[in-house]
């Protein structure tokens, strides 16, 4: 009963537009010069992107559809990336190899959802840099369209993501692929005050996330994604905290830290700092990377100065700083790499990543900073921007 009346209170705040804004934490002697420092490197690129994103109508998963998908013209379809036909029965059910991706697969609904996210992303970023409104009122379109317009809207659930032909209609691993409506949350967040913002919109986003988090939290695909092994369950709770933090929903955020303490954070790094789960992949460079820009991501939204998970620590000694610690020589020179080379997209990482500069800022880590620094801030390509949700530091600092 408990749950019932926590979930109801999470919609109605929601739908009027309330929110409770948790405290930041203190920060390091440095990391405002951190915060400086990355606004003026990023500058010039945010206001690139942001002229981009103002010239771009709205494009939602309505444009596009597969005869494939089993749901409707308002709902998101994917198909699982790893998996392939089976060259022994080519009309028969698809097969799965682990790591490598089928390019041939339905993937117009996730290149619209990571298009919205890059929108909204420059279009935050550009007004907290400048502060001007002209990018809010440009944001609010897609906004609309997206959430609230009955003929584009997007359905609040994710049943029919990563589907497998011959096999699911949908599976709760497609969880993730609305990752990248992370920085669209962050965006509205960022944006909400802003005259151009008008309330009736704000309260048709934030009644969205209030449903999906609550689809989240209680459809049979969402429960077993939160308590999958591996980065699954770490982008479960780095989306529904985003989510919930937008909608101001405290009891959530209060359980999402402790899952981060109990159960992500003991279950999922060794005691040297690494990920077992993710090294044990066919791509434990990509995959290591990518958990450990989840779990950074929980401690940067989730943290308070009562219950900071920046300076939390297991009895055993795992802690988010050990986790940077020890993929961080990695990052900085990929020749000391002691796996084989990741069997696609090696190349490719890393890039600008996020647990880099959030960790220098939560650490006063110039080295972690500066390597941040000179990494690619505009990856394209697709795989890396598929894992690479946050792409807007900027508007999470």
Known sequence: MKKIISYVLFILLCFTGTTFASPVPKENPRASDFKKDAAVLLKKQILAEAAWAMQQKPITVTDSSSPRSAGGKHDFFSEADYFWPDPQNPDGPYINRDGLTNPDNFLAHRKAMVRFSKIIGALASAYKVTGDEKYVKAAVKHFQAWFINAETLMNPNLLFAQAVKGKFTGRNYGIIDTIHLMEVAQGALVMQKAKAFDPNT???????????????????????EKTVKNNHATCWAMQVASF???????????????????????????????????????KPYGYSIFNLDAMTMLCQILSTPKDNLWNFETKDGKSIKKGVTYLYPFIADKSKWTLPPDVMYWENWPVAQPFLVFGAVAYNQENWYNTWAKLDHKPQVEEVIRNLPIRNPLIWL
């Open 202 to 224: 704000a309260k048709g986003v934030k009644k969205w996330f209030a449903d999906y988090t609550l689809w989240l939290n209680t459809s049979k695909p969402g429960i077993q």
């Open 244 to 282: 919930a933090r937008l909608c101001g929903d405290e009891n959530m955020l209060d359980s999402l830290r402790t899952s981060y303490k109990t159960i992500l954070l003991p279950n999922q790094m060794g005691t040297d700092g690494n990920f077992p789960l993710e090294m044990a992949r066919t």
